[in-house]
């Protein structure tokens, strides 16, 4: 959602400055999904397997904390009977807290995507970051943030990464610069903490981590970090960050040439275990 929440690379607003908005329509659709749970009689835990989601994720939602994913709201209007207030709901839904108001399109379908492929050259994606690293850019972000900003940022981020763990259908695929670790953003113990950290996510089976090197003669991602994502029905999307805000792409054409790139990218980037390797070496050097 990266983030849309602060953090270019996560599709987040970092670098776009994305302010977080108030969340009173999830708030308030969260209630609604509530109402009706309990008017069926439901606890959250015999709720969850109903509609497919973990029972944390349905605490998320109920909390306003949540952007429903489209397949929720289509199984929770179902399962609770609920006359079509949840669909009508769902459609009036225009703020997530901590996501820039131009993220909202791509974090809605980045929750239901089957595939998810990011590269990205200037940090490391939101979806990555551990809470030190992802502190350090909110803090010496420009103009300032303040303290409840940064936090806002913060929660939007971490309810982001939990994609990762509780979609393990979804494939997500990363290329990131070496020189990204290289950097060492927020000191050397914070980067020993980064790449631990993805050393471990990259332990999973849906995830895969390639580095691209920075020795590298020929590179199909020169014009600039890059998301593109698969949907349930097939279709693909594309999302791109700049400093100031982001463009979510959907014209067949125009993501073609997205795909072109990454797959060629991923041929010029190393393989996944000699990006592994480098990364175990950069962290024994730091």
């Excluded at 977080?20 to 209630?31: A, I, K, N, Q, V």
């Amino acid at each position: 959602m990266s983030d849309g929440t602060g953090g270019a690379g996560g599709a987040e607003a970092l670098c776009g400055g994305g302010e977080p908005e108030r969340s009173d329509s999830l708030r308030t659709f969260g209630e609604v999904v509530k109402a009706f749970r309990k008017r069926a009689g439901l606890t959250q835990e015999e709720f969850a397997p109903q509609v497919r989601y973990s029972v944390p994720t349905v605490a998320s939602i109920e909390q306003g904390r949540r952007f429903p994913p489209l397949d929720f709201v289509e199984r929770a209007e179902e399962v609770l009977d609920a006359f079509g207030v949840l669909r009508g709901a769902a459609r009036h839904l225009s703020r997530q807290p901590g996501l820039a108001s131009w993220f909202r399109q791509w974090a809605r379908f980045e929750a239901e995507a089957v595939s998810l492929y990011t590269y990205e050259c200037r940090l490391i994606p939101g979806l990555l970051q551990t809470e030190a690293y992802a502190r350090t850019l909110f803090t010496n972000q420009l103009p300032p943030l303040s303290d409840d900003q940064i936090e806002a940022h913060w929660v939007a981020r971490a309810e982001r990464q939990r994609l990762l763990k509780e979609r393990p259908n979804t494939a997500f695929s990363f290329i990131l610069e070496e020189h990204l670790f290289l950097r060492r953003t927020g000191g050397a113990q914070t980067a020993r903490e980064l790449i631990d950290h993805v050393l471990g996510l990259a332990e999973l089976r849906n995830v895969e981590v390639q580095v691209m090197p920075v020795a590298r003669n020929a590179h199909a991602g020169m014009a600039g970090p890059m998301q593109l994502l698969e949907t349930p029905e097939a279709r693909w999307f594309a999302y791109n960050e700049g400093q100031r805000g982001g463009m979510f792409v959907s014209e067949r054409r125009e993501v073609s040439v997205l795909q072109m790139r990454y797959a060629r990218m991923r041929s010029q980037a190393l393989s996944l275990d000699d990006s592994l390797g480098l990364l175990r070496q950069m962290r024994g050097a730091s």
